[in-house]
């Protein structure tokens, strides 16, 4: 079986144990950003992956994972708008290519909460050339914890979900067309051996991403939430019924 992962310090717990030798025989890891691994879903070369929530809404043949996500409830520091000018001002923003959670979520809070539709370009994800496209970038994962925040304004997008909506940023699952009892069980059990290994990964990140280990502790321990609960599953759900009503899934065809 051939399963997706992030290459981003937020989904470490979940699959720590399975690349430190836990995977069954014959399972393997494919690492690829989001929005890769969403593609190559839908095209059946991998059985699941820990895929943005809006790959799902893009899929509905997609089946999810029970009791595991990736989410915050609050400022989750890794899914942030950096811009030049205030949020009110500005006109253009670069998307990181990476993103679709992230990006689409963007959208909706930028409508709602500030009533703005800014023209959107895509980009790869290097906050410097992209704030040189655009009055504002999208900056996901870890390069949106390590990029300089000196004389730019941020906006964190699971802050502005909350506020929103009250409910947590439920920015991906586990899910796929291979979800089956023994991949569910398997994930289950990293998750629940990852979380008591979190001082070790978080010392092992903190080398990898030149973070401290207070910040990495911190944002793996306290920032991160992992059980996809009563209010998760709400998030999450709000999410699809947001992205439909901004018509965001108008065009599914051409974005998968």
């Known amino acids: 079986m051939r399963l997706g992962c992030l290459p981003y310090m937020n989904v470490r717990p979940l699959v720590y144990t399975l690349e430190s030798g836990g995977l069954p025989d014959g399972w393997e890891f494919v690492y690829a950003p989001p929005s890769v691994l969403a593609r190559m879903l839908a095209a059946n070369e991998i059985a699941a992956a820990p895929v943005s929530s809006f790959a799902c809404f893009m899929n509905p043949d997609f089946g999810v994972c029970p009791g595991i996500c990736i989410a915050a409830d609050g400022p989750v520091k890794s899914v942030l708008m950096l811009s030049k000018r205030p949020v009110e001002s500005i006109r253009t923003v670069a998307l990181?290519?990476?993103?679709?959670?992230?990006?689409?979520?963007?959208?909706?809070?930028?409508?709602e909460v500030y009533d703005l539709s800014p023209e959107f370009v895509q980009a790869d994800p290097h906050p410097s050339n992209m704030l040189q496209l655009a009055d504002a970038?999208?900056?996901?994962?870890?390069?949106?914890?390590?990029?300089?925040?000196?004389?730019?304004?941020?906006?964190?997008?699971?802050?502005?979900?909350?506020?929103?909506?009250?409910?947590?940023?439920?920015?991906?699952?586990?899910?796929?067309?291979?979800?089956?009892?023994?991949?569910?069980?398997?994930?289950?059990?990293?998750?629940?051996?990852?979380?008591?290994?979190?001082?070790?990964?978080?010392?092992?990140?903190?080398?990898?991403?030149?973070?401290?280990?207070?910040?990495?502790?911190?944002?793996?321990?306290?920032?991160?939430v992992y059980d996809m609960g009563e209010?998760?599953?709400?998030?999450?759900?709000?999410?699809?019924?947001?992205?439909?009503?901004?018509?965001?899934?108008?065009?599914?065809?051409?974005?998968?």
């Open 137 to 224: 970038a999208l900056v996901i994962g870890d390069p949106a914890m390590q990029y300089p925040k000196d004389g730019l304004h941020v906006l964190d997008l699971a802050d502005q979900w909350r506020k929103l909506t009250g409910l947590p940023a439920v920015f991906a699952v586990w899910a796929g067309r291979g979800i089956t009892p023994e991949l569910t069980e398997v994930l289950h059990n990293a998750m629940s051996d990852g979380r008591g290994l979190l001082q070790r990964i978080a010392e092992e990140e903190s080398n990898r991403l030149g973070l401290s280990y207070a910040t990495c502790y911190d944002y793996l321990a306290r920032i991160m």
């Open 96 to 111: 990181d290519t990476s993103s679709l959670s992230g990006a689409n979520m963007l959208r909706i809070i930028l409508k």
């Open 231 to 256: 209010r998760e599953l709400q998030g999450f759900e709000l999410f699809r019924e947001k992205a439909i009503a901004h018509g965001l899934l108008d065009n599914v065809a051409v974005n998968k």
